[in-house]
C-alpha cells in the first residue's frame, strides 16, 4: 500500500512539474512607467553598418532582416541581398519571374545555416522556392497552403508556415474543420506532410486589421506571436507549440473570445485609437530584457522590461524629436538588436535636431552618424545594446 501511495505521489509530483514547465509565464506590462524621449535613452549604439550602395544592391524596404555565421541577410519584398559583416555586398538571391524555380509573389524566407541553403515561401504559386547561398535554384516544395504570411526553417526537412485568412474549404475538401481553421502550420517536406499545430483566436474576424505574424528565435529555440493577440507561443517539436507567454495589457487587453464588442474590425481599432485597447506588433525576449511594440490610443511604443529589476520604460515611436525614430521597429539576430536607418529621413530629422536641447552625449552620438551617411544610401545598420540596468540619465 505504502508503495503505491509512493507512486502516486511522485506522479503527482512529476504532473506538477510537467505543468509548470509549460505554464506561460505572465510579463505584466506598466502602461504607467517612466516614458523617455528618445532611443538614446534606452539604447547605447554598438557599431554602425553601412550596407553598400551600388545598383545590384539597392534595397527598396526591409522587410525582414537576418543574420547567420556573421552573413546579413535582407529581404526587400521581392529578393534576398546579402552582405558581409562589413555591409559588403555579396549577391542577391531569388529570380523574379513566372518559370520554374522563380519567384511571383514571395511573401518571406527562411535560412537553413547548417546546409547554407535560403527557402523563399511564394504565396501565388503556394511553394517553397530553395536556393544556395550562391542564388542557383536547387528544388521547390509544395505545401499546398494560401494566404501565407511567414516561412521559418526548423529542420533541412521540417518548416513552420503562417497563414493570415482561413484555408479555402474546397481546397482542402478532405481537411478537418481544425486544419482549415489554423493559422500555423508544420510541414514535413520530406514526408509531405502538412499537419495544424496552432489555432486562430476565437475572433477571426480582426485578422483583417494585422495581417502579418511575427517569429523570432532566441536560444535556439522558435517563438511565435499569433496576430491581434498577447499570447507567444514556442515551438517544442513533434508538430506542437505550447504557450509561452502571456502578455498582461490589464483591463486593455484584446479578448480574444468574440463578443459584440470587438466582433468587427471597425470597432477593434475605435477602441484601439480611443485608448480602451491595446495593441501588441511585436514582442522579443533577449538576453537581459523583453521587448515589445504596441499601439496605445494613436501612439506606438517600443517597451523594455529589464530581467533582473523588473524596471520598465518606454519610448514613443511617434516622437517628433527623437532623430532615431524611423530605425524600429528591431530584429534581434545572433544575440543582437538590429534597427535600419533610412538616410535621407534621419538626416533631415537631424538638421533639426541641431537646435534642440539635447545633452552633449547624445549630440556626440547624432554627429557620428550624420558625418557617415549620404541622402542616396542604402539602408545603414545600429547594433544597438539596452542600457545596463536601465541607466538612464535624469
Known sequence: MKSFISVIFLFFLLSLRIYSQNKPKVIEINLQCEEVTDLLDLFEVEKIVHLATQQAALIRNVRRLKSRNDTIFIFDGRQCLVFDPNGKYINTIGIPGRGPGELISPCDYGIHVDNNLLAFLDNRTTKIVIYDINGKHLTDKYPKLEYCGHLEWVTPDEFIITTYIRQNAGYFSNRSDEFKNSCVYYYDSKNKIVKEILRFPDNPVVLKIENWNNFYTYENRTYFRNPISNNVYRFE????????????????????????????????????????????????????????????????????????????????????????????????????LIGTLEPSRFLSIYDYAKTWDISKEKKQVYDSIASSLNPEDNPALLYLKPKSNFSIPK
Open 237 to 336: 517539436g513533434a508538430n506542437k507549440m505550447i504557450q509561452a507567454f502571456q502578455i498582461d495589457f490589464g483591463k486593455y487587453n484584446i479578448p480574444e473570445e468574440s463578443n459584440q464588442s470587438n466582433s468587427k474590425p471597425a470597432t477593434v481599432l475605435a477602441e484601439v485609437q480611443r485608448g480602451e485597447l491595446v495593441m501588441l506588433f511585436c514582442f522579443l525576449e533577449v538576453k537581459d530584457f523583453y521587448y515589445l511594440v504596441y499601439k496605445n490610443s494613436d501612439d506606438t511604443f517600443i517597451h523594455l522590461i529589464s530581467k533582473n529589476t523588473g524596471l520598465q520604460y518606454r519610448h514613443n515611436i511617434k516622437n517628433k524629436v527623437d532623430p532615431l525614430r524611423f530605425c524600429a521597429p528591431l530584429f534581434y539576430e545572433e544575440g543582437a
